[in-house]
């Protein structure tokens, strides 16, 4: 059970409210819709207009309407919590009377009731989500200014993105080395396969070839009477002087 709330944030003058300083208010009295039923149980209290206007809401003189920029929440004991416009409460706009009371028919509030000694009343509504028990805090803030991202914030996201474009440009660095090396790795080898087939061929003609030329040389003469014998000769004979010549 609340007995008194803050109001603070874009404010003058951080304030705190008891039933006193609220009694010391505008009184004004209230009945409410609660779906198709109408409640009969009468609210008095004061304006949330007039709460937050005590405490002073700071607005630039130089943006047209800055009030229509503010944002007031009215938070309970428990933690839950409503948001209004500036423009809904202001009386130059939507001047709805949403009253913060202190005070009802039925006995509910004040230090004997189970509400606490402050209720928000919200008349208008169809449903009473926004009928705030045990108030515990107000608070006043800027709700375009708060869209925006403070530098801090600005400086941290820029850190985020600059981690995120050299992550990206190493790992496709290292890609291209990889790819690089797999490149010159398979030349490598190629060329390395190329030499010794030609060489394996190489030696395999010459052997072929030494085996004719040894073969006439055994022979003789004789062995040179063949056609083919001859050729044999001639074509070892061509081919060893080939080879000396490159050779030398």
Same mark, same amino acid.
């Given at each position: 059970?609340?007995?008194?709330?803050? %109001?603070?944030?874009?404010?003058?003058?951080?304030?705190?409210?008891?039933?006193?300083?609220?009694?010391?208010? +505008?009184?004004?009295? =209230?009945?409410?819709? !609660?779906?198709?039923?109408?409640?009969?149980?009468?609210? +008095?209290?004061?304006?949330?207009?007039? %709460?937050?206007?005590?405490?002073?809401?700071?607005?630039?003189?130089?943006?047209?309407?800055?009030?229509?920029?503010?944002?007031?929440?009215?938070?309970?004991?428990?933690?839950?919590? &409503?948001?209004?416009?500036?423009?809904?409460?202001?009386?130059?706009?939507?001047?709805?009377?949403?009253?913060?009371?202190?005070?009802?028919?039925?006995?509910?509030?004040?230090?004997?009731?189970?509400?606490?000694? !402050?209720? *928000? =009343? =919200?008349?208008?509504?169809?449903?009473?989500?926004?009928?705030?028990?045990?108030?515990?805090?107000?608070? %006043?803030?800027?709700? =375009?200014?708060?869209? &925006?991202?403070?530098?801090?914030?600005?400086?941290?996201? *820029?850190?985020?993105?600059?981690?995120?474009?050299?992550?990206?440009?190493?790992?496709?660095?290292?890609?291209?080395?990889?790819?690089?090396?797999?490149?010159?790795?398979?030349?490598?080898?190629?060329?390395?396969? @190329?030499?010794?087939?030609?060489?394996?061929?190489?030696?395999?003609?010459?052997?072929?070839?030494?085996?004719?030329?040894?073969?006439?040389?055994?022979?003789?003469?004789?062995? +040179? +009477?063949?056609?083919?014998?001859?050729?044999? !000769?001639?074509? @070892?004979?061509?081919?060893?002087?080939?080879?000396?010549?490159?050779?030398?």
């Amino acid at each position: 059970m609340t007995s008194s709330f803050t %109001v603070g944030g874009m404010v003058n003058t951080d304030l705190t409210f008891n039933l006193s300083s609220l009694e010391a208010l +505008t009184p004004e009295t =209230v009945t409410y819709m !609660a779906g198709s039923t109408s409640v009969t149980d009468t609210y +008095t209290g004061a304006l949330l207009w007039d %709460v937050f206007t005590q405490a002073g809401i700071e607005t630039d003189p130089n943006i047209k309407n800055d009030i229509l920029r503010m944002v007031m929440t009215v938070t309970g004991s428990d933690g839950y919590q &409503v948001a209004f416009s500036g423009g809904e409460l202001s009386p130059k706009f939507g001047n709805e009377p949403i009253l913060v009371a202190y005070s009802d028919a039925d006995g509910q509030l004040a230090t004997a009731g189970s509400n606490g000694f !402050a209720r *928000l =009343v =919200v008349p208008g509504d169809m449903a009473g989500g926004r009928y705030v028990s045990n108030i515990s805090e107000m608070s %006043v803030f800027d709700g =375009v200014a708060g869209a &925006v991202p403070e530098s801090s914030t600005w400086a941290m996201m *820029l850190l985020g993105f600059l981690g995120v474009g050299l992550m990206a440009y190493r790992q496709k660095q290292s890609g291209r080395e990889l790819d690089r090396y797999h490149h010159h790795r398979e030349t490598a080898f190629g060329r390395s396969f @190329c030499l010794a087939d030609y060489f394996s061929k190489r030696t395999r003609a010459i052997a072929v070839r030494s085996e004719l030329f040894n073969g006439a040389a055994r022979h003789g003469p004789a062995a +040179t +009477t063949s056609p083919w014998r001859r050729l044999g !000769a001639v074509s @070892c004979a061509g081919e060893r002087a080939r080879s000396l010549q490159e050779d030398s």
